[in-house]
């Protein structure tokens, strides 16, 4: 079946960089896009960015300067990248598959000294 | 960007009751390939969103037939026919005909 599942740190200390990772199975990276999805608590969603199934990335204009997302094929992976980080991302940060269809459980940030 | 203004934000209902919730868009959601890619999702407390409308009006798989989609061009519609207590969360509606994708501010349903 269809699973996403985003892992990495769950604090960031501030201007420190963000490093996730969603690892996919039950669909392949070449077939579906994968986007990155943000919610500060209590907030809403805000779309970050986008790996399209090419490899072709498009960015939330507003964290376009901060933001890069890669992948590896390989191993059924896309990566998030984020640096100069502030409290104001403090968030859950989920990955989705490509109309929204599939979610992973979300993995929440702090950043925080 | 295209903003998806939801309404209300906040809506009080009673079990059994119908009740709708509005998304409209600054601009025609009807892409060039004549799909106009408008989703509705649930969040239910501590979950991640689910997926329970798309295509404005297609149901996806395994949820209940109470919920129902409308609309077209800028105006769409979510209603749920008779709410159950596990339709409490907040619904999102979303776009993805025009880049970058976009999220309604969100409609919290509550029990009155």
């Known amino acids: 079946q269809v699973q996403l599942k985003e892992s990495g740190p769950g604090l960031v200390q501030p201007s420190q960089t963000l490093s996730l990772t969603c690892t996919v199975s039950?669909?392949?990276?070449?077939?579906?896009?994968v986007h990155w999805v943000r919610q500060p608590p209590g907030k809403g969603l805000e779309w970050m960015g986008r790996?399209?199934?090419?490899?072709?990335?498009y960015y939330n204009s507003a964290l376009k300067s901060r933001l890069s997302i890669s992948r590896d094929t390989s191993k059924s992976q896309v990566f998030l990248k984020m640096n100069s980080l502030q409290t104001e991302d403090t968030a859950i940060y989920y990955c989705?598959?490509?109309?929204?269809?599939?979610w992973g459980q979300g993995v929440m940030v702090t950043v925080s000294s | 960007d295209v903003v998806l203004t939801q309404t209300p934000p906040t809506l009080s209902a009673t079990i059994g009751q119908s009740v709708s919730i509005s998304c409209r868009s600054s601009q025609s959601l009807l892409h060039s390939n004549g799909n106009t890619y408008l989703n509705w999702l649930l969040q239910r407390p501590g979950q991640p969103p689910q997926l329970l409308i798309y295509l404005v009006s297609r149901l996806e798989s395994g949820v209940p037939n109470r919920f129902s989609g409308s609309g077209s061009g800028t105006d769409f519609t979510l209603k749920i026919s008779g709410v159950e207590a596990e339709d409490l969360g907040v619904y999102y509606c979303v776009q993805s005909t025009h880049a970058p994708w976009t999220f309604g501010g969100g409609t919290k349903l509550e029990l009155k």
């Open positions: 039950g669909f392949s990276l070449m077939d579906y896009s």
């Open positions: 790996m399209k199934y090419d490899g072709d990335t």
């Open positions: 989705t598959r490509d109309y929204f269809d599939y």
